[in-house]
């Protein structure tokens, strides 16, 4: 009875447990966060439009007015943070510099998605608008941009401060003007908010020319394509929502053939080809006498049959190749081909053939006389002929036991299957073992022991279930086993394959209720017996590993792990999903359904199933998804197909997956992603093919993608002109339906010259055009007309919607760009249709094809290193990561689409290749505004927004085609490297060239990757220079290849290049110096139109630095003549001083040379030395291979040496750029121990004038430091920490406190200011308080920043340093920091009891509030992380850490959580207070008798924790020091005995039973300690 009630007890518990559990995953769902959150990718309101004219008055409300405060979820644009650094004062570069040069050092457009309530100007919307922005801090004319600018400056909002210096700014050559809708639903114009572009000669302009708006939507749709759901997604199958079903809807098997697009000739299934057996296996069926088997080998192009004792193996693409093997005695029972382990086989020996017999297993060795992998045409994986060693490689006896089953793994291990129903294994290996073996047999079913236990032996009364198949997930390694009832097992082999374990198994009836219980309405016997069972590979589905097919094709999918750890190593099996087969539906009046299904296979997707339709043919299944591929959920095609055959075996025999770059692309700690749908690979790869293989021969077949099915109905229908080509771009949305026929219309194929030109007409007839749409006065919605695709405001629209259209319904949309001017909304106060403008299906089709064609190495890195070994040496190469044959395949893509853009001018009109028009007018004329009616207005509106939708598509297929152009030709320049031994012209680079080859990918290569190639080009040039080759040969071919990588300038170049080579070769002095100044000379002539760092570059290669500098300063003079750029600089720079500006400019430009080479030499003086290498010869020591490469020693000669050269120049303005440089490079050692007139004028104007001091001061206080006056230091440091800047953050000012306390120490005397010490005391109290704050401010960040207050507090916090008052009363009080509380308290000595009690409730209660949501194990993790942090603090400071309180609050909240109740006194042990101090609180609590135990009905639960704490001693009696051990033990035996007493007197129950039972255990052990 007592074990009954305990049973019900503990399951009242749980049932408890699960329905806390339920109602937090209600409360904490993320529903309403879905719901309200802006959708990826949404549309954002504010655009930007031309500048208006400039008498017009931008409409900007009063600063003191703003509009409502009510917020809305607002859809956010995608941020397109510009890639340029900005530069400081005077040319200063930050640590990583641009390697990209610009004409200016200051005027650099940048931009930030920035939110228009931070723009200062009164409005209140949540709306984001890119803001653009020029890195200069110019304000000669105050305009509403400059307005913005200064505000965002000044609360450092998106980072726009970080990203201002204080150079002189050009001014904008245009504005953008930006619209919006505020959070009362009223739209607004501004004008002249952003930048649009600078002054000529001042800076990049756009950015770059549209390559990075066409770069940005190919990563769009690359990672469109790589987050493309996953199988379980598709299922619905999560770790929150329980097993569900899916097949019994209408729309989980469209018809094609009816409802809204009726495609009947839609082909599934591709063209059927025939090969029948040879006619020598033929003849042998008349000699069969007790058993024949057929098979197929995909891995080698190989079927195979058994007849009797005979195995016939032959090339089932031609029925050719015929092997044969009759050495056995006995009849063939299984049949199973194995890769070999390595090491264990000689190289010949390629494959195993595994034969079992009733007698023996047999092992025979395969070889081809030659092996090929090519996949250039079907069945070419073996292209030689097969044969089998006539001798055996292996035999073991089977000791009675009948295997049906070989399998393999991609490790070599070999597996049998048992009729006795257990898993067997094959162990070899190439050398004996300890029992003389190489060859042994081992059953993974039962116990180890069986192997030393005749098999006569064994006997076991369970009825025998044999193994009828063995599965194996490669990817995962893991086993799966299926027996004849339909009972399947997992085997997990261990995360590298090589162990065997058991982990689950589930019988065929449990599958069966199992399913039952997820399909209610379909009968059991759907569900039973599986026929097949197939793994799924971790590449298809991280959650879903495992595939059953029942007999009726019902599709079971199982996972081996917990849901919400999908990553571990299997434990169980538990069924996921129920996935009926088509017939199903209730909307099917005459259902076709599979039946007796007797074979089934599963791969990637696609599902085959032979039904038994008579006792001689069957009904062949097809399931796929490759009409539907980007739907969601999973809805898929079906054909069913008559055979006259009776399938013996299905197999996919041709799998190819597209070439991948020789170093894969790393995702970091993500995982890697799944495979994408076959519409991604369908360019590259040729369509899957599967065999059914039967008594007859094989019949071969193609499940079609969507480009053959497109290629059939054009072929069918004599063209494009047909409703089935129509149809098909509905099924499918507009943009993947123009990919797919681009990938027609750009093949090279013969047989397809016809099929391309139909499909290039298919793809403008059908492509759409670009539009927009108009409708209601709502917040941006649109029209529901049939082109449209956004039926809802874009905010509230789910991220899913591009994914999931309507049956029938196309996605003709790109991303749509709402807009409305200024006149337009005056004229009709705000209820006006708003214009979405949208992409034409082409344009979607172009992005998505150049996507997929680029997708493989458009994110991977050009180029990684290889450790490679030479005559014992080892060294780093750098190759290229890619292929040349992939390379090759990617650019004749390439080409192809550049060629199709090029010759179609029907595309975008004859813009496309050089598109001059101008942008359209985006305002009404004043006129329209107050005399057209409304009607008229809006149709003209919509007049002039279909012609910018058009004027936008125009511009942005210009980009596209650009984009596919300079990609062209970079991968043509790519394949002509690897042509020219890649590593060897990467090494030929400059060390900062080289990283940037080995980190930069092939997009960063194509947009702003200029110097790379053109070093990559000048290190082939080069090459042929140092062979004494012409370079006219690869000159000429690098202009064809790459014309705009490589210009005519560039050849002239290459022979001013070859004219210092000739200097390099040059051994005589004196030849050498003339040749290098002859060089300098013709440089110097024209230095204001050469490329000036290249030439420098070239240069310093040669050791010529003083060239370098004569070159740069001789240019500098050349672009500055009258001297404007230091009339500039003394000016203070002036804003209206445009020449002098530019002057300046070109100056710092110049400048820069002479820069870089002083970074070139300290980095290689500050290089790790070489070490020495052994002498191969006795005699003088061998020259250097390059007499030019510096060591450490040179190098920092040659730095100093230069920089003696810099200093002896009277060019002050150079001397100013030199100090900047190398403050920026961070080497303010150097410049702190230059002996100039220059530096400390230098120091002292910066640290007056500049914007940002900050850098300069903390030179100060460094150049006192390194002078040993240490006290200045001090001062300079403590005046930094007290600084009220925005500038500084808290940490700084912490940093700067403990450097000036180290200086203050470290003063001789302290200084006169402060006498008597009193300045050192003074700044460890503001040490003290500033840790305080600095902890403020850490616990604020943590929080949500959407809290009122929040990032005030922390503005607050960064800007000055605050006393301890200020910290409680402006920031612990009111944002309820507990422990910043108690930590003030300590701080400031002042000890409360009430409010240090209350203090800690609250940390506690708000730690176990925090973590809601969590497993009770993690919640505890948390807490006591907490605690013993907290403990270990306060440990020693007894006041501000009230022993009883906390102790008893917590085992208050932890009996209310049904935690474990050892929880506390584990945990403040930990804390690191003593066992003695613990025992007298809680007995001291437990002695209270506080009511609060018996709300709780638990008042014995102290009880608990006292037991718990003896116990531990106990356990660990060495936490009492020894001399007092006793006394405490015997203190302990007296509570223990009046313990006793007391629950000897209560009421019998079941808590004080076990506590009666648990401390009269503990009696003896204490006493035992005292012995």
């Known amino acids: 009875m007592n074990f009954l009630e305990h049973g019900s007890w503990r399951a009242l518990c749980a049932l408890s447990l699960c329905l806390v559990l339920l109602i937090s995953s209600i409360l904490t769902s993320p529903v309403d966060y879905l719901h309200n959150r802006p959708a990826e990718g949404a549309l954002s309101k504010a655009v930007a439009v031309p500048l208006a004219p400039q008498n017009s008055i931008a409409s900007v409300p009063p600063m003191d007015k703003p509009h409502g405060s009510a917020a809305t979820p607002r859809a956010v644009a995608r941020s397109r943070h510009s890639r340029q650094r900005p530069r400081g004062k005077l040319g200063r570069t930050r640590r990583k510099r641009r390697r990209h040069i610009l004409k200016s050092p200051f005027c650099k457009l940048q931009q930030r998605m920035v939110a228009v309530r931070d723009l200062g100007l009164g409005y209140d919307s949540d709306e984001v608008i890119d803001f653009g922005f020029c890195s200069g801090t110019c304000e000669d004319r105050r305009i509403t941009y400059d307005i913005v600018i200064s505000h965002l400056a000044k609360n450092d909002a998106a980072g726009i401060s970080r990203a201002r210096e204080s150079n002189p700014c050009c001014r904008p050559k245009s504005f953008v003007n930006s619209a919006f809708l505020d959070n009362n639903n009223d739209y607004h114009s501004i004008q002249t908010v952003g930048m649009e572009s600078i002054l000529p000669g001042q800076g990049p302009t756009t950015l770059n020319n549209g390559i990075d708006a066409a770069a940005l939507e190919v990563d769009r749709r690359i990672q469109d394509d790589r987050q493309y759901p996953e199988i379980a997604q598709m299922l619905g199958i999560s770790a929150d929502v329980l097993p569900g079903v899916s097949g019994m809807s209408d729309i989980d098997y469209p018809l094609l053939g009816t409802g809204q697009v009726s495609l009947p000739r839609l082909l599934e299934i591709g063209p059927v080809r025939r090969v029948p057996l040879p006619p020598e296996l033929v003849e042998q069926f008349g000699h069969m006498q007790c058993n024949c088997m057929l098979g197929i080998f995909p891995d080698i192009s190989r079927a195979w049959l058994t007849i009797d004792t005979d195995i016939y193996i032959w090339n089932y693409n031609d029925g050719g190749d015929l092997t044969y093997f009759d050495g056995l005695s006995e009849t063939i029972l299984s049949v199973g081909l194995v890769k070999p382990k390595p090491g264990v086989f000689q190289a010949h020996i390629t494959h195993l053939l595994v034969l079992t017999t009733p007698v023996d297993i047999v092992i025979l060795g395969v070889t081809f006389s030659a092996l090929h992998t090519g996949a250039s045409a079907p069945g070419s994986c073996v292209t030689e002929a097969l044969s089998l060693l006539p001798e055996p490689l292996f035999c073991l006896p089977t000791d009675n036991t009948f295997f049906q089953v070989v399998e393999g793994t991609g490790t070599g291990r070999l597996f049998l299957a048992g009729q006795d129903g257990c898993l067997y294994e094959v162990a070899y290996q190439a050398e004996a073992g300890w029992f003389g073996q190489c060859c042994r047999k081992i059953n993974h079913s039962r116990s180890s022991l069986s192997l030393f236990i005749p098999a006569v032996l064994q006997f076991s009364f369970s009825e025998e279930d044999p193994l009828m198949q063995i599965a194996v997930d490669h990817s995962r390694h893991i086993l799966y086993t299926r027996s004849e009832k339909g009972t399947i097992q997992v085997f997990d082999l261990g995360s590298d394959g090589q162990n065997t374990s058991r982990v689950a198994s589930l019988s065929h009836g449990t599958i069966a209720s199992a399913a039952v219980n997820i399909a209610r309405t379909v009968e059991k016997l759907n569900f039973s017996p599986v026929v097949h069972i197939a793994p799924i590979e971790s590449s298809e589905s991280a959650v879903c590993h495992l595939l059953a097919v029942t007999h009726t094709g019902v599709r079971l999918y199982f996972g081996t792990c917990s849901l919400r750890y999908p990553g571990t190593r299997p434990n169980t099996l538990i069924l996921l999903h129920v996935r009926m087969p088509p017939g199903f539906s209730a909307a099917v009046t005459a259902p076709q359904r599979p039946a007796r299904v007797h074979k089934a296979l599963y791969s990637r997707g696609t599902l085959l ?700 005397g302290v200084p006169s200011l402060a006498p008597n010490g009193e300045f050192l005391h003074e700044l460890e109290e503001k040490m003290e308080v500033a840790r305080v704050q600095l902890q403020i401010q850490q616990t604020l960040s943590g929080t949500c920043s959407q809290i009122p207050g929040v990032p005030e507090a922390l503005a607050q916090l960064n800007d000055n340093l605050l006393n301890v008052t200020k910290l409680y009363g402006d920031f612990a009080e009111p944002f309820g920091l507990s422990e910043s509380k108690l930590a003030i308290l300590h701080c400031a000595g002042y000890c409360d009891t009430t409010l240090i009690r209350s203090l800690w409730q609250e940390v506690i209660d708000k730690e176990l509030q925090s973590s809601l949501g969590m497993s009770a194990t993690d919640r505890m993790q948390l807490l006591h992380q907490k605690m013993v942090s907290l403990g270990k603090l306060y440990a020693r400071s007894p006041r501000y850490l009230p022993i009883d309180e906390v102790a008893g609050h917590l085992e208050r909240r932890v009996c209310s959580l049904s935690w474990d109740e050892g929880f506390v006194p584990h945990c403040l042990l930990d804390a690191g207070l003593s066992l003695l101090c613990l025992l007298d609180v809680y007995n001291g609590l437990f002695r209270c008798r506080d009511s609060s135990w018996q709300r709780l009905s638990k008042p014995l639960h102290l009880l608990h924790s006292v037991h718990v704490l003896l116990q531990t001693f106990v356990q660990e009696p060495e936490r009492i020091a020894a001399q007092e051990r006793r006394l405490f033990i015997n203190r302990c035996l007296d509570i223990v005995a009046s313990y006793l007493i007391e629950l000897q007197a209560m009421d019998p129950c079941r808590d004080s039973t076990d506590l009666l039972q648990n401390f009269r255990s503990l009696q003896p052990k204490l006493e035992r300690l005292l012995v």
């Open 609 to 1308: 199933l032979a039904a038994a339709a008579s006792e001689d043919s069957d009904t062949l299944w097809c399931v796929a998804q490759h009409s539907f591929s980007l739907h969601f959920p999973l809805m898929e095609a079906q054909v069913s197909v008559s055979t006259d055959v009776r399938a013996w075996a299905l197999a996919c025999i041709e799998d190819c997956l597209p070439a991948q770059p020789m170093q894969s692309f790393t995702y970091g700690s993500l995982p890697p992603p799944m495979d994408p749908p076959a519409a991604v690979w369908q360019h590259m790869v040729p369509p899957r093919r599967f065999m059914l293989l039967s008594a007859q021969g094989s019949i071969m077949f193609e499940v079609l993608r969507p480009l053959e099915q497109l290629r059939h109905l054009l072929v069918t229908g004599g063209g494009a002109d047909t409703e089935d080509v129509q149809k098909f771009f509905l099924l499918h949305r507009e943009d993947q339906a123009c990919a797919t026929s681009l990938a027609l219309a750009c093949s090279r194929a013969a047989h397809d010259t016809e099929v391309s030109s139909w499909a290039a007409r298919a793809f403008f007839r059908y492509g759409g055009e670009s539009h927009i749409n108009m409708k209601g006065t709502g917040p941006l919605a649109v029209s529901s007309s049939p082109g449209s695709t956004f039926q809802a405001s874009p905010s509230l629209m789910p991220t899913n919607l591009l994914r999931s259209p309507a049956q029938g319904l196309p996605l003709t949309a790109s991303t749509p760009i709402p807009v409305i001017s200024t006149d337009a909304a005056a004229a009709f106060d705000g209820n006006m249709s708003v214009p979405i403008f949208n992409f034409s299906g082409k344009h979607g089709g172009v992005c998505l094809y150049i996507a997929r064609i680029l997708r493989t190495l458009w994110s991977q890195n050009i180029a990684f290193e290889r450790l490679n070994t030479d005559a014992g040496r080892q060294f780093t190469l750098v190759e290229s990561s890619t292929s040349t044959e992939l390379l090759q395949a990617v650019l004749n893509r390439l080409e192809s689409l550049h060629n199709f853009l090029e010759r179609s001018a029907q595309f975008s009109g004859s813009s496309i290749a050089n598109p001059s028009y101008p942008p359209p007018q985006r305002h009404l004329p004043g006129s329209f505004r107050h005399n057209v009616p409304s009607q008229q207005l809006q149709q003209e509106l919509q007049r002039k927004y279909q012609a910018e939708a058009q004027s936008r598509e125009q511009t942005s297929m210009h980009g596209l085609r650009k984009l596919v152009h300079i990609t062209s030709q970079v991968l043509g320049l790519w394949t002509l490297l690897t042509e020219h031994q890649f590593p060897a012209l990467v090494d030929g680079l400059s060390p900062e060239l080289r990283e940037s080859v080995k980190t930069m990918t092939l997009r960063e290569l194509v947009v702003r990757g200029g110097e790379v190639t053109g070093g990559l080009i000048a290190s082939l040039i080069n090459r042929y220079i140092g062979d004494n080759a012409s370079t006219d040969a690869i000159s000429q071919r690098l202009r064809t290849i790459c014309p705009l990588l490589y210009s005519p300038d560039d050849m002239l170049c290459s022979k001013a290049n070859e004219l210092l080579q000739a200097a390099r070769q040059e051994n005589a002095r004196g030849e050498r110096e003339r040749l290098l100044q002859e060089s300098l000379q013709l440089y110097s002539n024209i230095a204001h139109q050469i490329d000036l760092p290249l030439v420098c570059s070239q240069y310093r290669q040669v050791r010529f630095y003083e060239g370098v500098v004569e070159l740069s300063l001789a240019a500098a003079r050349r672009l500055d003549p009258q001297g404007l750029a230091l009339h500039h600089y003394r000016q203070e720079q002036s804003s209206m001083d445009t020449h002098g500006q530019q002057a300046l400019a070109a100056r710092l430009e110049c400048y820069r040379g002479v820069t870089m080479t002083l970074q070139e030499l300290m980095n290689q003086a500050a290089a790790g030395p070489q070490s020495p290498g052994v002498p191969k010869q006795p005699g003088p020591p061998a020259a250097s291979s390059d007499p030019n490469l510096l060591t450490n020693e040179e190098a920092a000669k040659h730095f100093e040496q230069l920089l003696v050269l810099c200093q002896q120049t009277g060019d002050e303005l150079f001397h100013i750029s030199l100090y900047e440089w190398i403050i920026s490079s961070g080497h303010t050692d150097t410049l702190l121990r230059l002996s100039s007139p220059f530096l400390e004028p230098f120091l002292e104007r910066m640290s007056r004038k500049a914007r940002d001091p900050l850098p300069y001061i903390d030179l100060l206080w460094r150049f006192h430091e390194k002078s040993n006056n240490f006290g200045s230091a001090a001062c300079v440091l403590a005046r930094l920490a007290d600084m009220c800047s925005t500038e500084l953050s808290l940490q700084q000012r912490v940093e700067y406190l403990a450097r000036a306390i180290l200086s203050a120490k470290s003063s001789p």
